[in-house]
């Protein structure tokens, strides 16, 4: 019997941010059953849950449906284990998985773990990152931290903590829209109301069931704090990061606009070269594509670094608004080359852009793979 994949949730945050009390709240939430939580070790979480029925092999069961694991080596080993024991039937169902990453944790490379085996992209897919920010340390643990900056960058969500002790988070809060402006951030108090509705935050709304493309691509969060860049033109968007720690300006978040469909060849052009030269400083990508073949499905695409996911089908355009919309979380990568480069395979080159045909009919050359640089 054939399943849909697996969605999987990512918790991270800096060391303090309250993951923990997270994780409680999640596994006592009745929401929540038939849901694995991944953590790094049973001894560095302090699990209160009174309910444990039985612990075998590096899993809890716990009696409402829950289940805790522990990373045993790989990650990969452990979603591949939790895949097993639900075709064997030594657990009834599996619903999420939530995986909480250390707190000194770049978490790029847990999400790539899930996107790039081939085995388990046919049982899971990455719904989202929600990352915890301490509203108390929060400022000066991204002055310090470049692990902290990228924890934020990647988010779908940010959960502010201990609000009751630090009242003043308007700063922190600017700060943290200016490294990704496409989250929401909540409030950690507030959050614990529906922990399903929480970590669910990927492409399909689970209250609707339908595709939100807008809250995906985090043009919800644009529009609500008055940073919707629709222009007339449809320009390429960046956010520079100015006034604070030293890794604020390394992380930008890019908005690529192109009107009308355009040939999968284009799209799939872009991609590759930007994935293959730049790949390393690609921490995130998100997007939805109108194809000139088939219009009327868009394409969905999600990248982290230098993997791809396997594009995806969409039955229907869940709105009314089309074309192609990217959105891409760099570090240490110039605007202006990405700029360049989708220019060039979209057909529109921007005005300062040298040698506008060239750059057109090679836009190899934007890669370094030609004369035209």
Known sequence: MRHDPIPVSVLTGFLGAGKTTLLNRLLKDPDMADTAVIINEFGDVAIDHLLVEQASDGVIQLSDGCLCCTVRGELVDTLADLVDRLQTGRIAGLKRVVI????????????????????????????????????????????????????????????????????????????????????????????????ASLVACGLYDPATRTADVRRWLGEAEHAH?????????????????????????????????????????????????????????????????????????????????????????????????RGTRLVLIMVDLPEDYVKRLFAAVTGKPAPDTPDHAALRDNPLAIAGFGGVR
């Not at 008055?226 to 390429?236: I, L, V």
């Not at 088939?294 to 608004?321: F, N, S, T, Y």
């Open 225 to 321: 704090h008055g940073h919707d860049h629709d222009h007339d033109d449809h320009d390429h968007h960046g956010h520079s990061h100015h006034g604070h720690g030293r890794h604020d300006a390394r992380v930008r978040s890019l908005s690529l606009v192109h009107d009308g469909p355009l040939p999968f060849a284009a799209i799939e052009t872009f991609l590759d070269l930007l994935t293959s030269t730049q790949g390393d400083q690609l921490l995130r990508l998100k997007g939805i594509v109108e194809l000139a073949e088939d219009p009327g499905r868009p394409l969905v695409v999600h990248g982290v670094q230098k993997i791809l996911h396997p594009p995806a089908r969409l039955p229907a355009w869940p709105d009314e608004k």
């Open 100 to 195: 909480e990453t250390t707190g000194l944790a770049d978490p790029v490379p847990v999400l790539q773990s899930i996107m790039a085996h081939p085995v388990l992209l046919q049982a899971y897919r990455l719904d989202g990152v929600v990352t915890l920010v301490d509203a108390v340390n929060g400022a000066a643990t991204l002055d310090a931290h470049v692990e902290a900056v990228k924890q934020i960058a990647v988010a779908d969500r940010i959960v502010l903590t201990k609000t009751d002790m630090e009242p003043g988070t308007a700063e922190l809060k600017a700060r943290l829209r200016a490294i990704n402006p496409g989250a929401p951030i909540l409030d950690g108090g507030e959050a614990a109301a529906s922990m």
